[in-house]
């Protein structure tokens, strides 16, 4: 699952605790339209994109994410 621009920054100390259950939980609820919702033993493999410095709340000691920082591109004139 990709999840872009996962949250804005009013809504990061609530969600903080959520992702952590949706990350990690045994279980995840599915809530598809017009079905009755169900739950599924959780397998997603998450993916969340952010052009934000700090997109998310993380503990010093969190071992569900791995946080990768992809630098800007050089500039052009290093490429000729």
Known sequence: MLAEEVVA???MWHLKNELKEFVTGEWIRV???NI?????RNRVN??????ETIPLL????????C?????PPPPQHQFM
């Open 9 to 11: 920054r009013s809504e």
């Open 31 to 33: 809530n598809p339209k």
């Open 36 to 40: 009755t919702a169900y739950r599924v």
């Open 46 to 51: 998450s993916v969340f994109v952010s052009n």
């Open 58 to 65: 993380l503990d010093n000691d969190d071992r569900r994410y």
């Open 67 to 71: 946080v990768i920082d992809a630098p």
